[in-house]
């Protein structure tokens, strides 16, 4: 199993920067892709960003210039950098580990998902 652990929430001014982060632990070898997700009041999950495990990232369209994804692997921690904040950007922001799905990662496919940590912007 996978532990995700998001923090760096909070509230901030429109306009203004967060960077979240979320700490992965357990079996992290077996993780195929990291990503953060996103759930507004009264809205679908969605897709903020994804990187997979040789690298290659994927940003969600209304967010690409704003909003920038890392990792360190050796603190198997995912960091989401969030710069020029909108109020419609006021979600709480999970994140997910995809899992391999091979003999030595036989997971067949799961997901785990972080608690979330709250994102407000006032404007």
């Known amino acids: 199993q996978v532990q995700l652990v998001e923090s760096g929430g909070g509230l901030v001014q429109a306009g203004g920067s967060l960077r979240l982060s979320c700490v992965a632990s357990?079996?992290?070898?077996?993780?195929?892709?990291m990503g953060w997700y996103r759930q507004a009041p009264g809205k679908e999950r969605e897709l903020v960003a994804d990187?997979?495990?040789?690298?290659?990232?994927n940003y969600a369209y209304s967010m690409k210039g704003r909003f920038t994804m890392s990792r360190d692997n050796a603190q198997n921690t995912l960091y989401l950098q969030m710069n020029s904040l909108k109020p419609e950007d006021t979600a709480v922001y999970y994140c997910k580990a995809a899992m391999r799905s091979t003999i030595e990662c036989p997971y067949y496919g799961a997901d785990y998902w972080g608690k979330g940590t709250l994102v407000t912007v006032s404007s």
């Open positions: 357990g079996d992290t070898i077996c993780i195929s892709v």
């Open positions: 990187i997979r495990s040789g690298g290659t990232t």
